[in-house]
């Protein structure tokens, strides 16, 4: 199948914990995004890159470190998990149309 | 930068009703408004978009409406069915890899 796909589905962690989420995209696309949703369900922009260079970082705190080793994989790097943090978080890639993956669940305790 | 105000946050139609969704934005620049349909536990997915050069368009049962002048869009379901329950975003950004500014999402009911 093509997709964005990202790995885990599900992630349970304590506080202070550093923890990395891993996306992949198989449709060829140039950009790839992070991006959280809260519990409001408010989606929001976190980084953008484009060909593995980093286009956007928006308001995020450096805790937070995106990784792309090539133009098919976005990883994302969160150090000293804090409550907050508790969201849902989508990848996602595009070249004209922006495809979201399935998303990664994140509870901090 | 853009803002997207998006409403009702909430929308319960009965099945076989219409269901229409507005959206405003702010950046002129903006030509480009997807519409995603976010279903429980899934990621959003295109339902829907439209580019600044056209003022509708249509497939099947939806629609979707844009005013460049006024600067809002709308999103309309025919035809209701309960498998329409979902979340609905708007978003807007100019064409090209901009990433797009989303509306805060429209969680639409559809009674059986």
């Known amino acids: 199948d093509t997709a964005v796909s990202q790995t885990p589905k599900y992630l349970v962690t304590q506080m202070g914990n550093d923890k990395s989420i891993k996306c992949e995209q198989n449709?060829?696309?140039?950009?790839m995004y992070w991006y959280k949703q809260d519990s409001k369900k408010f989606l929001k922009i976190m980084f953008s890159?484009?060909?593995?260079?980093?286009?956007i970082n928006e308001t995020v705190p450096n805790r937070f470190s995106p990784k792309s080793p090539d133009k098919a994989h976005l990883n994302l790097h969160i150090n000293s998990l804090e409550l907050g943090d508790s969201a849902v978080y989508f990848c996602?890639?595009?070249?004209?149309?922006?495809?979201f993956g399935p998303g990664t669940r994140l509870l901090v305790l | 930068g853009e803002n997207v105000e998006q409403h009702p946050s909430t929308l319960s139609v009965q099945e076989g009703d219409s269901a229409v969704i507005k959206c405003t934005y702010s950046?002129?620049?903006?030509?480009?408004f997807p519409w995603y349909k976010q279903e429980l536990g899934k990621g959003p997915q295109l339902i829907i978009d439209?580019?600044?050069?056209?003022g509708e368009k249509k497939d099947q049962r939806i629609a979707v409406t844009l005013n460049k002048t006024a600067k809002h869009f709308s999103l309309h379901i025919t035809e209701t069915q309960p498998e329409d329950s979902a979340v609905y975003f708007c978003?807007?950004?100019?064409?090209?890899?901009?990433?797009?500014?989303f509306g805060k999402g429209t969680r639409l009911s559809v009674i059986a």
């Open positions: 996602a890639s595009s070249q004209e149309v922006i495809s």
């Open positions: 449709l060829g696309h140039d950009t």
């Open positions: 890159y484009n060909n593995k260079e980093l286009i």
């Open positions: 950046d002129s620049a903006s030509n480009y």
């Open positions: 439209i580019r600044s050069n056209v």
């Open positions: 978003a807007a950004g100019a064409s090209g890899n901009t990433p797009l500014v």
